[in-house]
């Protein structure tokens, strides 16, 4: 495969981390899919299927690897669509010591490679197109409201404490409907969504960077400590990668994944375990920064498919309830 060509020779080694997992993950909207271990004794544990090998591969940087690349299969509950299925493949790669814009350049390879791959130098979804191959636009997640939907969005993060009420009065003013019970954060997403998403990657791709710091966990602050160092990669609409600048602070990444999991309590009325090994390990990780790239996606807009089934052997019937 190109793409495990180039990273081979770039020095990364491919690693293969677990499946089953006691924790999942711990980001507020994303669902595992829950299974009980059976010990020959007859006791029972309850594992996951992983949403992500983060936490994993984290622990293999923190063992002293430094750069390295899983083609992981992933599983995610509660997630069907044109651009979702319930198990998918992401690549996950990281490289210890180096900035997290190198991942930026990372991720236009890949796309690039993708492309001749496919025959082509286009990517299409649905009507969109972006040269593979032009020079990537690079924008703030701040820029991008300010842009398609007229928010300042830093003005709703005085001294990086969100400001839900102020948010919802300019999201509001933009024509978007908030609920009574949404949160600072329900507002930023229906906000990506309706107005800023589907401009992104419309001719080139676009990476969109400098995520706001209180919806980016596992990140490390920016200079400007209101945003972090995070960035998604889009494509005709459709985001293809998600990077950060990792966080190393013990103490700091646990008492945010604690939030995160109180957060999916009151929305979800379920929580994850904390992965205790995961926290251990970051106390001996280095710098390092990540990125996950989405490979069906990548497949779909390489060969212009219109749904992720059709790029994905043996999909799994969709259940219509």
Same mark, same amino acid.
């Given at each position: 495969?190109?793409?495990?060509?180039?990273?081979?020779?770039?020095?990364?080694?491919?690693?293969?981390?677990?499946?089953?997992?006691r924790?999942?993950?711990?980001?507020t909207?994303?669902?595992?899919f829950?299974?009980t271990?059976a010990?020959?004794?007859?006791?029972?544990?309850?594992?996951?299927?992983?949403?992500?090998?983060?936490?994993a591969?984290?622990?293999?940087l923190?063992?002293?690897?430094r750069?390295? /690349?899983?083609f992981?299969?992933?599983?995610?509950n509660?997630?069907?669509?044109?651009?979702?299925?319930?198990?998918?493949?992401?690549?996950?790669w990281?490289?210890?010591?180096?900035?997290?814009?190198t991942?930026?350049?990372?991720?236009?390879?890949?796309?690039?490679t993708?492309?001749?791959?496919?025959?082509?130098?286009? %990517?299409?979804f649905?009507?969109?197109t972006?040269?593979?191959?032009a020079?990537?636009?690079?924008v703030?997640?701040?820029e991008?409201?300010?842009?398609?939907?007229?928010?300042? %969005?830093?003005?709703t993060?005085?001294?990086?404490a969100?400001?839900?009420?102020?948010?919802?009065?300019?999201?509001?003013?933009?024509g978007?409907?908030v609920?009574?019970?949404?949160?600072?954060?329900?507002i930023?997403?229906r906000?990506? /969504?309706?107005?800023?998403e589907?401009?992104l990657?419309?001719?080139?791709?676009?990476?969109?960077d400098?995520?706001?710091?209180? %919806?980016s966990?596992?990140?490390?602050?920016?200079?400007?400590?209101?945003?972090?160092?995070?960035?998604?990669?889009?494509?005709?609409?459709v985001?293809? +990668?998600?990077?950060?600048?990792?966080?190393?602070?013990?103490?700091?990444?646990?008492?945010?994944?604690?939030?995160e999991m109180?957060?999916?309590q009151r929305?979800?009325?379920e929580?994850y375990?904390?992965?205790?090994?995961?926290? +251990?390990? %970051?106390?001996?990780m280095?710098?390092?920064?990540?990125?996950?790239?989405?490979?069906?996606?990548?497949?779909m807009?390489?060969?212009?498919?219109a749904?992720?089934?059709?790029?994905?052997?043996?999909?799994?019937?969709?259940t219509?309830?």
């Amino acid at each position: 495969m190109a793409l495990r060509a180039w990273f081979a020779g770039q020095d990364f080694v491919e690693v293969e981390t677990g499946v089953l997992q006691r924790s999942p993950g711990n980001e507020t909207h994303l669902h595992a899919f829950p299974t009980t271990l059976a010990a020959p004794g007859g006791g029972e544990a309850r594992l996951y299927l992983r949403t992500s090998p983060e936490f994993a591969c984290k622990k293999l940087l923190a063992a002293g690897e430094r750069r390295i /690349v899983e083609f992981a299969r992933v599983f995610r509950n509660r997630e069907r669509g044109a651009l979702h299925h319930p198990e998918f493949t992401l690549i996950e790669w990281y490289r210890a010591g180096e900035p997290y814009r190198t991942l930026m350049g990372d991720c236009v390879t890949m796309l690039r490679t993708a492309a001749r791959a496919a025959g082509s130098r286009t %990517l299409t979804f649905r009507g969109k197109t972006a040269d593979a191959f032009a020079e990537p636009e690079r924008v703030s997640v701040a820029e991008a409201f300010a842009r398609f939907a007229g928010i300042d %969005l830093l003005a709703t993060l005085p001294d990086g404490a969100p400001d839900r009420d102020g948010f919802a009065r300019a999201a509001q003013a933009a024509g978007i409907r908030v609920a009574a019970d949404d949160h600072w954060g329900d507002i930023f997403s229906r906000v990506l /969504v309706e107005r800023i998403e589907g401009n992104l990657g419309i001719g080139r791709v676009t990476i969109l960077d400098e995520y706001p710091a209180v %919806l980016s966990a596992l990140a490390r602050p920016a200079a400007d400590p209101r945003v972090a160092e995070r960035f998604e990669l889009y494509a005709c609409g459709v985001e293809l +990668a998600n990077g950060f600048g990792e966080l190393n602070d013990a103490p700091e990444q646990r008492r945010r994944l604690e939030h995160e999991m109180g957060e999916k309590q009151r929305i979800y009325g379920e929580r994850y375990p904390i992965d205790e090994d995961f926290i +251990a390990a %970051l106390g001996r990780m280095p710098e390092a920064s990540g990125v996950a790239l989405g490979l069906d996606r990548l497949v779909m807009l390489a060969t212009g498919a219109a749904r992720i089934d059709q790029v994905i052997w043996t999909p799994i019937e969709e259940t219509q309830t």
